[in-house]
């Protein structure tokens, strides 16, 4: 058996989706088949072996499109290996230390059984979409705060674990 996963993604600015392709790109890398999509389009969650879900934060808040995903397709990604992972932190927090995950992804994780949740740093650049994103550009308060090896070596530990249990299996 070949582990198929899917990197499900849900963000405004393309930000997340550049991390969702990281994480997809490093599971290719490691010999795990990997795609990834837009939450929002994705119907058919059971068709693949394992599934990362990744949203932005918004004050707060998973992007909706990630929320109504896991909602739309609980009994599906209660079965499967899931990883949740976060974007949004504007400064280098997530870089520097674990940051655990906002209150409602943190219950979905549990409810889910995810194999584990993950925060990013985010990313608002000129063209942002959003007045309240504009206003942060505004103050200066802009700028790419994602790791790449951070996503790479989290996506690395993903593909390990997926590994491992299909060579036990």
């Not at 058996?1 to 393309?14: C, D, E, I, Q, S």
């Not at 949203?55 to 290996?81: E, I, V």
């Not at 584990?116 to 979409?129: D, M, N, Q």
């Not at 700028?143 to 299909?166: H, S």
């Amino acid at each position: 058996m070949t582990t198929n996963v899917l990197v499900a993604y849900a963000g405004k600015n393309g930000s997340t989706e550049e991390i969702a392709h990281w994480i997809a790109d490093t599971l290719n890398d490691s010999g795990v088949a990997a795609v990834a999509r837009p939450a929002a389009r994705e119907d058919a969650p059971g068709q693949y072996d394992a599934v990362v879900l990744g949203g932005s934060l918004y004050a707060g808040r998973w992007h909706h499109d990630a929320r109504r995903f896991a909602r739309r397709h609980a009994k599906t990604l209660a079965t499967r290996p899931l990883w949740l992972f976060s974007s949004g932190p504007l400064d280098a927090s997530a870089a520097d230390r674990n940051l655990p995950p906002v209150k409602g992804v943190a219950r979905l994780a549990v409810r889910l059984d995810a194999r584990g949740h993950t925060t990013f740093g985010g990313r608002l650049e000129e063209g942002a979409k959003g007045r309240i994103a504009r206003m942060i550009i505004q103050q200066g308060r802009g700028g790419d705060f994602r790791d790449k090896q951070q996503i790479r070596d989290w996506a690395q530990n993903i593909a390990a674990e997926l590994t491992a249990a299909e060579r036990a299996a």
